[in-house]
């Protein structure tokens, strides 16, 4: 035991975790810190200085918000948008990451009314028209490219979030929506349309326009049919290696260039304990993926393309993601154009290899 004592101590003090301490740990109250950095850091900086996700950090941004504000979006994120929905995390997580989020905040906080604004929708929608959609869509869909740095202009460091979008909705009270149009975010492009010459009336009308768009679900988001499956699988009639063969010349004949051969685990563990009966097949379309990087980045998750061949109790299977599924994470309607003719390239590779 005091051996043990002694063991903590030393460790702790040289800031090494070692194993013993393991258990204490994960009894402990999670730590909004590495939570935060391990869910939200990659999007929104570090700091909270901002990434693919709006700087969360900013004075502007702290003032504006409520603690229910940030916790409702953790839980409902923005679907359709690349916010994702942290359902997984408990009650307990997610307190612990408003409360270091929170800690950014200098200035007095904030509570809403939710009290709904009263307002002329019908003449909001003309000022939104005039004023809004330039940055935030036509129909209030946030800004075009999902976010990415490449995908904006350059003038406009920070992209529109969506304000037409069923998350953000549930999250921000009329009262929330009505204090950013009278404020704006400094540091932001978001602007104060008080100071820009509307009237109290006319933010008024133009927060009861964008909750009216709570009962006006958008036709075009990004929907992907639930029952779209997740992989497109086939049965080979062949062994492996004939498999493999059929493969690389069904993606010749689809104009894509084949890139490797590789085995599943390649890199994963030594040569020779790599199970040679799993193994991935790389190509590559440079003027598809051209295309596909100018519109997104984010493509880049299902680039290269990539067919798996596993063979298992006799029986040799083909296999690549459905890159439908993956057009769930976008709200773009090219990249979705871009993900179905994918879907069809990949089937019909696979088909072609199984006939
Ligand atoms: C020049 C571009 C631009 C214009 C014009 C603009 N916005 Fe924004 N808006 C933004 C940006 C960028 C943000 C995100 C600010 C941030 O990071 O805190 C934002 C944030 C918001 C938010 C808060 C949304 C959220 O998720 O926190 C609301 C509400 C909003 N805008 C409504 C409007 C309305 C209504 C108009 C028209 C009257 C408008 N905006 C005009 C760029 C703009
Ligand atoms: C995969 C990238 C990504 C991750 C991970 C992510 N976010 Fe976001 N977040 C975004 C983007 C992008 C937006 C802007 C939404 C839009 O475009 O409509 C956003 C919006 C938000 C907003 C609303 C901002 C506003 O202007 O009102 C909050 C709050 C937020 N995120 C908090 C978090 C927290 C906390 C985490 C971690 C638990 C997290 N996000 C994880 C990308 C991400």
Known sequence: MLLRFIALVLFAGLGISPALAAPAQSLAAPSGAQ?????????????????????????????????????????????????????????????????????????????????????????????FEQYCVACHGVNGEGAKGTGVTFSRPRDLPIMAPALHNPGFLAAAPDAMIKATLMKGREGTPMQSFLKLGLKEKDI?????????FETQPLASSAKVARTESPVIIRESPYDLNTTVERVKTAVTTHNFFYGRVQTLEYGLTTPEKENPKQVIVYFCNIS???????????????????????????????????PKVLSQLFNNAELNQLCDQLEQHYTEIIEEATL
């Open 35 to 127: 939570l935060f950095a391990r869910n939200c850091a990659s999007c929104h900086g570090e700091k909270g200085d901002g990434g693919i996700g709006v700087p969360l950090a900013l004075p502007s941004f702290q003032a504006s918000i409520s603690d229910d504000y940030l916790r409702q979006t953790i839980h409902t994120g923005r679907p359709g948008r690349v916010m994702p929905a942290f359902s997984s995390l408990s009650g307990e997580e997610v307190e612990a990451i408003v409360r270091y989020v929170r800690a950014w905040n200098k200035g007095p906080s904030v509570t809403y009314s939710t009290k709904p604004v009263v307002g002329d929708p019908a003449h909001g929608k003309q000022l």
């Open 204 to 212: 008024d009308d133009l927060v009861s326009y964008v909750r009216s």
């Open 288 to 322: 598809l993926l051209n295309q596909a990087l100018a519109i997104d980045p984010r493509v880049g998750m299902f680039l290269p393309c990539r067919v798996s061949i596993f063979e298992k109790d006799g029986k040799v299977q083909v296999m690549s993601v459905n």
